[in-house]
């Protein structure tokens, strides 16, 4: 069961509160009672392993910001031709910026 830790107890009873990971699975850190961060058990299956999991998960976690973003601002509804007109206008705007440039 996910339990809530302080920093405080992290640091007063570190081997208490790796003992309830190892135990009990990931427990929420909090900082000033506000969540801070996820103290989670290796799986067994390498460090490697282990942090390819957590970058997926980070990826997975920008991707949903990036499509809420989209969705919000409605470029999730824009065409094909709309899209590829704003990439044809910003690459003009670079262009004739790059050539205005003194050498």
Do not use: C, H, W
Not at 21 to 34: A, E, F, K, L, Y
Not at 38 to 51: A, Q
């Amino acid at each position: 069961m996910v339990s809530f830790i302080s920093t405080r107890e992290l640091s007063r009873q570190p081997g208490k509160v790796m003992a309830k990971v190892s135990q009990d699975g990931p427990q929420v850190i909090t900082q000033n009672g506000v969540p801070a961060a996820y103290l989670i058990p290796t799986s067994g299956r390498g460090i490697e392993v282990d942090l390819d999991a957590l970058r997926r998960l980070l990826l997975g976690r920008a991707l949903d910001a990036a499509q809420a973003e989209a969705a919000r601002s409605g470029a999730s509804t824009l065409s094909m031709d709309a899209i590829n007109a704003e990439i044809a206008a910003y690459r003009g705007e670079r262009s004739s910026a790059q050539s205005k440039q003194p050498d």
